[in-house]
C-alpha cells in the first residue's frame, strides 16, 4: 500500500508538467473557440428541434477527470446560464476538476473549497497566472477549509460575499469529498445550484446507503470502498430537494442532476436501474465482479440505510 501512495502521488507531481507541455504546444489554444462552435450547433439544433445527442455520447475533457467538461458544456449549452457561478467542493487541483474548463475558457466565477493549504497555494497560483482566466477577470475565490456540515454554509456565504453575489440560485455545484458527500449536500441551504454533479461509491450498486456522518471522517486508502453514497442514496435526496437525474458519466461514478423546473423538456429524468442496465456487456460484468468484491469487504462496517 505504501508503494501504491508512492505511485498517487509521483502522478499528481506530473499532472502540472504534462498540461504546462501541451498548453505551449497550443493544445489549449483554440479550446474556447471549439467549445464555442459545439454551443452553438447545440443551440441551432434545439432552435430548429432537431435531434440532439445523447448525454452519454458528449464528452471531451480539457481538464476534467474524464469526460465531465464535455457533458457540463453540453448541458449548460441548452438550459443557459444565470450568473455563471460555480461552487466546488472539494478542489483537490486544477487538473481533474469538474470546474476549472468553466473558469478558465468560459468566463466562470469560482469558489473553490480546498481541504489543505498546500491545495490551495497550488491553486491560487495556477489561476493567478493562467491568462485566459486573467482575461476574463474571473479569478476564483479559493478556499483552504476542512467542510463539515456544521460550517458548510457559513464557507459557502464567505465565497457569495466576496464574489458580490447576492442570489440564492448559482448555475453549478460540484461535490466530490470521497466521504460524508450525502451528509453536505443534504445540509447545503444558502444556495441553490440549477445543476450538480457528484461523485457516488458506484461500487454500493442498488442498495440505497451511505456511510454515516462524522466531521473528522477521512477517506482511506488502506479501505477505499468505505466512503460515500450509493447512486440511489442521491436519488433520493436529490428528488427531496427538487432535483431529477439526467445521467452520469461513461465509467459510472459521477451523476448529473438538473434542477427540475429547468430544462425538462430537453434533460427527461432517468433512473438509476435504467443507467445500471444500459453499461455496456463488458462493463457491467466488470462493475459486478467489483461491486461483489467490494462490498465483501465493508458489508460489516456501519452503514445508514436511506
Known amino acids: 500500500m505504501k508503494f501504491k501512495n508512492k505511485i498517487y502521488r509521483i502522478v499528481h507531481f506530473l499532472y502540472p508538467i504534462r498540461y504546462k507541455l501541451r498548453t505551449k504546444i497550443g493544445w489549449f489554444s483554440d479550446s474556447r473557440i471549439q467549445q464555442k462552435r459545439l454551443q452553438f450547433y447545440y443551440q441551432n439544433r434545439l432552435d430548429q428541434k432537431l435531434p440532439l445527442p445523447k448525454l452519454n455520447n458528449i464528452h471531451f475533457r480539457k481538464f476534467s477527470q474524464t469526460e465531465e467538461d464535455g457533458i457540463l458544456h453540453y448541458i449548460f449549452s441548452l438550459i443557459g446560464t444565470t450568473n455563471k457561478v460555480c461552487l466546488d467542493i472539494i478542489f483537490n487541483t486544477p487538473y481533474g476538476s469538474n ?38 477577470s474571473s479569478l476564483p475565490m479559493v478556499y483552504p477549509r476542512w467542510i463539515t456540515v456544521e460550517n458548510l454554509n457559513e464557507v459557502v456565504k464567505e465565497g457569495l460575499n466576496d464574489l458580490d453575489i447576492q442570489d440564492k440560485e448559482i448555475d453549478l455545484f460540484s461535490l466530490d469529498i470521497d466521504g460524508v458527500d450525502y451528509w453536505i449536500w443534504n445540509a447545503l441551504e444558502i444556495i441553490e445550484p440549477r445543476v450538480v454533479i457528484l461523485e457516488f461509491n458506484y461500487f454500493l450498486g442498488n442498495r440505497s446507503i451511505t456511510i454515516p456522518y462524522k466531521p473528522d471522517f477521512r477517506h482511506s486508502h488502506n479501505n477505499p470502498f468505505y466512503s460515500g453514497a450509493s447512486l440511489p442514496a442521491f436519488v ?66 456501519e452503514w445508514i440505510e436511506i
Open 99 to 136: 470546474t476549472t474548463n468553466l473558469i478558465v475558457n468560459l468566463g466562470w466565477k469560482g469558489i473553490l473549497i480546498c481541504a489543505t493549504e498546500r491545495q490551495a497555494r497550488w491553486s491560487k497560483g495556477f489561476f493567478t497566472s493562467h491568462k485566459d482566466a486573467l482575461l476574463f
Open 236 to 301: 433520493k435526496l436529490a428528488k427531496k430537494k427538487g432535483y431529477r437525474l439526467v445521467g452520469v458519466n461513461k465509467l459510472c461514478y459521477n451523476a448529473f442532476f438538473i434542477k427540475n423546473d429547468i430544462g425538462e423538456d430537453i434533460f427527461p429524468e432517468v433512473s438509476y436501474k435504467e443507467i445500471f442496465n444500459k453499461q455496456n456487456y463488458l462493463l457491467k460484468i466488470s462493475l459486478n465482479k467489483k461491486w461483489n468484491k467490494a462490498w465483501n469487504q465493508v458489508k460489516d462496517l
